[in-house]
């Protein structure tokens, strides 16, 4: 069987519009890459050895010098995607010449907790915060309007006290959460790709923009006051590519860090920035 040499091997699911997006760049630049669908009934019969840094995915044969893997959480079979996913990362992480966002990282758990105070440390302002394994305090908490909870891990939307402490079943079935100051001033994501900051204001009326069918993204300067820290903060962890989210106190004024999440969906902020985002992947790969 030939071998085929190419820039770029991508790994992910048709129906994920993020791969699609990289995917669709990567052919209007030019690159030479193979995509290998997630979603496709064979996406497991992939296999590789350590003898030359090939890898089979059906009936191609590939030589990649980069790769890019995303699981799908859109759709498709997640056995089958997280299978397909941990024989291409498998792949990628034993032939060490290859391309691959945050490669120093993969495999290790985001902590949210290590990561607030790391960020303390560099010389963010962090909100106030307590960590809850049993939730029952919260029905007594005082001024509940101004305190909101997130899980302790995961990705679960946030909500304010509010508008659960007097829930006592909700309360009970909940993970343990982080409970914080609820921060009024406007909401900001920074994209670190390669090196290359981004910046974009989320325009929201909801408490987690996620839950907002009409929030709006526009690309904006990323704050001076948060730029050196910023660097700082994903050269300490590691981070090839990540997004850091802030709440400011009021408007765009006092940014306060809220976390860094390592493997962001990226497409209606590659959107606010005509392809920027896309293109620095891109860049940062091949």
Same mark, same amino acid.
């Given at each position: 069987?030939?071998?085929?040499?190419?820039?770029?091997?991508?790994?992910?699911?048709?129906?994920? +519009?993020?791969?699609?997006?990289?995917?669709?760049?990567?052919?209007?630049?030019?690159?030479?890459?193979?995509?290998?669908?997630?979603?496709?009934?064979?996406?497991?019969?992939?296999?590789?050895?350590?003898?030359?840094?090939?890898?089979?995915?059906?009936?191609?044969?590939?030589?990649?010098?980069?790769?890019?893997?995303?699981?799908?959480?859109?759709?498709?079979?997640?056995?089958?995607?997280?299978?397909?996913?941990?024989?291409?990362?498998?792949?990628?992480?034993?032939? %060490?010449?290859?391309?691959?966002?945050?490669?120093?990282?993969?495999?290790?758990?985001?902590?949210?907790?290590?990561?607030?105070?790391? #960020?303390?440390?560099?010389?963010?302002?962090? +909100?106030?915060?307590?960590?809850?394994?049993?939730?029952?305090?919260?029905?007594?908490?005082?001024? %509940?309007?101004?305190?909101?909870?997130? %899980?302790?891990?995961?990705?679960?939307?946030?909500?304010?006290?509010?508008?659960?402490?007097?829930?006592?079943?909700?309360?009970?079935?909940?993970?343990?959460?982080?409970?914080?100051?609820?921060?009024?001033?406007?909401?900001?994501?920074?994209?670190?790709?390669?090196?290359?900051?981004?910046?974009?204001?989320?325009?929201?009326?909801?408490?987690?923009?996620?839950?907002?069918?009409?929030?709006?993204?526009?690309?904006?300067?990323? %704050?001076?006051?948060?730029?050196?820290?910023?660097?700082?903060?994903?050269?300490?962890?590691?981070?090839?590519?990540?997004?850091?989210?802030?709440?400011?106190?009021?408007?765009?004024?006092? +940014?306060?860090?809220?976390?860094?999440?390592?493997?962001?969906?990226?497409? #209606?902020?590659?959107?606010?920035?005509?392809?920027?985002?896309?293109?620095?992947?891109?860049?940062?790969?091949?």
């Amino acid at each position: 069987m030939s071998v085929r040499s190419l820039q770029l091997l991508v790994v992910g699911g048709q129906s994920d +519009p993020n791969t699609c997006r990289l995917v669709d760049q990567a052919h209007l630049r030019g690159v030479d890459y193979f995509f290998w669908d997630t979603d496709r009934p064979d996406a497991r019969h992939i296999a590789w050895d350590f003898q030359s840094p090939a890898i089979d995915l059906g009936d191609a044969t590939v030589e990649p010098e980069a790769l890019f893997l995303r699981y799908n959480v859109f759709a498709g079979d997640p056995v089958q995607n997280h299978a397909a996913l941990d024989v291409a990362e498998s792949f990628a992480l034993a032939w %060490p010449q290859l391309r691959l966002l945050n490669r120093e990282t993969t495999g290790d758990a985001n902590n949210k907790s290590r990561n607030l105070m790391l #960020a303390r440390q560099l010389g963010f302002v962090i +909100p106030e915060t307590v960590v809850l394994g049993q939730l029952s305090p919260l029905a007594t908490m005082p001024n %509940p309007d101004r305190k909101i909870i997130k %899980p302790l891990a995961g990705g679960d939307h946030a909500a304010i006290v509010s508008d659960i402490c007097n829930d006592a079943d909700r309360l009970c079935s909940l993970v343990p959460q982080f409970v914080q100051e609820k921060l009024d001033g406007e909401n900001i994501r920074v994209f670190s790709i390669g090196g290359q900051l981004f910046a974009f204001h989320l325009q929201t009326t909801e408490i987690d923009y996620r839950t907002d069918e009409a929030v709006e993204v526009h690309s904006m300067p990323v %704050p001076p006051v948060i730029m050196d820290l910023t660097q700082r903060l994903v050269d300490a962890i590691g981070f090839d590519y990540c997004a850091l989210d802030f709440r400011c106190r009021s408007g765009f004024a006092d +940014p306060v860090f809220l976390e860094i999440n390592s493997f962001p969906m990226f497409v #209606a902020f590659d959107d606010a920035c005509e392809n920027q985002l896309a293109d620095a992947i891109l860049g940062f790969l091949v």
